[in-house]
């Protein structure tokens, strides 16, 4: 691969201090990851810190004021990102080598490294091609998809030349229960109908977004609840398919790509857009979401550590002397950070655990560390996040510092893939089935202690001495 930046130093005033990337990876997953990754994270930080998180606000301005602007721009500054990434290297990488052929070839932990610096800007995931929803839309047609599919739709994906979305939530039903999943899905000759309405479509409102994968009940009088759904394909563009309006998020439209209230009449789709086959939209389902949970839990440990320099440049801004000092000169800030560093930290390192594990077999394998991360590391950043909003005062909530919106995007990581209920349920059974052993343990060894305790000559006492009888005969010898 040729390198045209000198990794040892970085142009961003004061970087070439700090080590790089690859000297910061945690001493437990070193030995998992190879040169070739740990050159390529070195570029990533490079790429991300001195192209993309300046190019966020060239990214913005490109974008347009009005919202017809807004969903109708492709903003130039990312073609041009996207043309610099492929020049590096950078493409792709999300793509586990030991599951997809048509990735760059590194494992889930060694693009989980990545991964965090790509989620310090709003522009580097989609710059290397690693964002999501395409991401999971990828990894369904390379895991599933028919050869047709494939060169229709994953070759112009892994190319970065068209957009997707995954439609599944709808706005009448629970959707976090996707057994409830309701729009129609009826078979007529050698076609479907599609009937209903979808919401939270993310990447509908992008123009190049040019396929909807659709999950929908087929089957409704299946006795089993898991198989009566399907997964389908909608062009984008078929009749009656029509986005009725865009979601915002906190205020903020997340133009051009968006969140789509999509409405669904009579559209008709030939039986050869089913992915995998009909009944069978839980198994694609569950095999989209596995490692996108990890990637989205290590974008959020970038936007945390994002959080945490400006945190700590705001508390070192010697323009703000709140009672005649540095903020870091107050005790409490320096809590904070300390506190920020240790849980940064700690949530990394659960979550590389969580992607070596899949490394070591599949996303089903690491279900519990999946869902670990999927629960604790959001809240981790919010955590971070909201403090360094605080260091800021007024600004912290404004858009002058990037992390207002890092907040609220970060906010809907508590629900996006299913709510943290879910998965704390989920965690809270699996867990608990250990408690009927673990209460006969606890009384074994309670009795064991009495046997031990015999055999030294030793009668069952209360030593903290709160037993009164044996108090009252003590205070006689
Ligand atoms: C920014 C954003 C992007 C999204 N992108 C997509 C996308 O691209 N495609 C897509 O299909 N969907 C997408 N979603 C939708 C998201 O996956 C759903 O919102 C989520 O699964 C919850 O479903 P729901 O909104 O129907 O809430 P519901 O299922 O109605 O749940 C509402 C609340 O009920 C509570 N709850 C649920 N289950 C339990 C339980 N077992 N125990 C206790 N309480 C419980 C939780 O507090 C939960 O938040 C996106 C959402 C957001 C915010």
New binding site residues.
């Given amino acids: 691969m040729s390198v045209p930046y000198s990794i040892k130093t970085l142009a961003v005033a004061g970087t070439d201090k700090q080590p790089k990337a690859s000297d910061k990876i945690p001493i437990i997953a070193r030995p998992f990851v190879s040169d070739r990754a740990k050159k390529t994270l070195d570029i990533v930080e490079k790429f991300v810190e001195e192209e993309c998180i300046p190019g966020d606000a060239v990214f913005s301005q490109q974008l347009g004021l009005t919202p017809d602007a807004r969903f109708r721009a492709h903003p130039p500054i990312l073609e041009d990102l996207k043309k610099r990434a492929r020049e590096l290297g950078l493409w792709n990488m999300f793509l586990p080598k030991n599951h997809f052929k048509e990735g760059a070839g590194f494992s889930n932990l060694e693009y989980g490294l990545m991964a965090e610096y790509l989620g310090k800007s709003g522009i580097a995931s989609e710059a290397t091609n690693c964002n999501a929803?395409d991401t999971g839309n990828m990894e369904v047609f390379a895991k599933y998809g028919t050869q047709a599919q494939k060169d229709r739709w994953l070759k112009p994906l892994l190319e970065g030349k068209i957009r997707s979305?995954?439609?599944?939530?709808e706005p009448d039903?629970?959707?976090?229960?996707a057994t409830n999943i309701s729009l129609t899905m009826v078979k007529d000759g050698n076609d479907y109908v599609l009937n209903g309405a979808?919401w939270?479509?993310?990447?509908a409102g992008d123009p190049r977004c040019q396929i909807y994968i659709v999950m929908a009940k087929s089957d409704p009088g299946n006795k089993n609840v898991y198989r009566q759904q399907s997964v389908i394909l909608v062009p984008f563009d078929t009749p009656g398919v029509k986005i009725e309006r865009m979601l915002s998020?906190m205020g903020y439209d997340d133009a051009p790509h968006g969140?789509g209230h999509v409405t669904f009449t009579n559209v008709r789709v030939p039986a050869s857009n089913l992915i995998l086959g009909a009944g069978r939209g839980f198994e694609v389902i569950q095999g989209r979401l596995g490692p996108g949970r990890i990637h989205h839990a290590m974008r959020s440990i970038g936007a945390a550590e994002r959080a945490l320099e400006h945190f700590l440049a705001r508390i070192n801004d010697p323009r703000k002397k709140p009672f005649g000092k540095q903020l870091h000169e107050h005790g409490i800030q320096l809590e904070r950070v300390a506190r920020s560093r240790i849980e940064i930290d700690a949530a990394r390192l659960q979550v590389l655990n969580a992607a070596i594990m899949i490394d070591s077999k599949d996303a089903k394998f690491a279900l519990k560390e999946i869902a670990e991360a999927k629960v604790l590391i959001p809240e981790m950043a919010l955590t971070v996040i909201d403090r360094a909003m605080q260091a800021y005062g007024g600004a912290g909530v404004s858009q002058d510092t990037p992390l207002a919106r890092m907040w609220a995007s970060g906010r809907?990581m508590r629900?996006?893939?299913?709510?943290d209920?879910?998965h704390l349920?989920q965690l809270g059974r699996n867990e608990n089935k250990r408690g009927p052993f673990l209460l006969e343990k606890v009384e074994w060894q309670k009795k064991r202690g009495e046997e031990m305790a015999k055999s030294y000559g030793l009668q069952n006492k209360d030593v903290l001495q709160l037993d009164r009888e044996w108090s009252k005969e003590k205070s006689k010898l």
């Fill in positions: 929803p979305a995954f439609l599944m939530t039903v629970a959707s976090s229960d979808k939270w479509s993310s990447g998020v969140h809907t629900i996006v893939d299913g709510p209920e879910v349920l």
